[in-house]
């Protein structure tokens, strides 16, 4: 059974760090490009980065780019998500996702089959 499960979350002050993981398990990272999303109270959930699975190209959005840094243990079959100089906007509950390697297109939720049930991050002094 395809499951994906996250850790990491927590309380951090505005300018510190957290990291995510995100843990696969029913397939492997050859087979899934994974992404990383957020959501906020009464905001769409938006795409923050992901890293494929074919060459481990990774994207970000512009708001965490340079700050935020993704990468994959194909031996632990998990992703991670580096985030440093946390901003208070960054607070929210992050999810991982899985989508088909072959859909380059990563910051549309419509593509993912497998989604984790999310891990809170909170910034704030």
């Known amino acids: 059974q395809e499951r994906l499960v996250e850790s990491g979350g927590g309380l951090v002050q505005p300018g510190g760090s957290l990291r995510l993981s995100c843990r696969a398990s029913g397939f492997t990272l050859d087979e899934y490009s994974i992404g990383w999303f957020r959501q906020s109270p009464g905001k769409e959930r938006e795409g923050v980065s992901s890293i494929s699975s074919s060459d481990g190209t990774t994207d970000y959005a512009d708001s965490v780019k340079g700050r935020f840094t993704i990468s994959k243990d194909t031996v632990t079959n998990t992703v991670y998500l580096q985030m440093n100089s946390l901003k208070p906007e960054d607070t929210a509950v992050y999810y991982c996702?899985?989508?088909?390697?072959?859909?380059?297109?990563?910051?549309?939720?419509?593509?993912?089959?497998?989604w984790g049930q999310g891990t809170q991050v909170t910034v704030s002094s």
């Open positions: 996702a899985a989508r088909p390697l072959e859909i380059v297109l990563w910051n549309v939720k419509e593509v993912y089959d497998y």
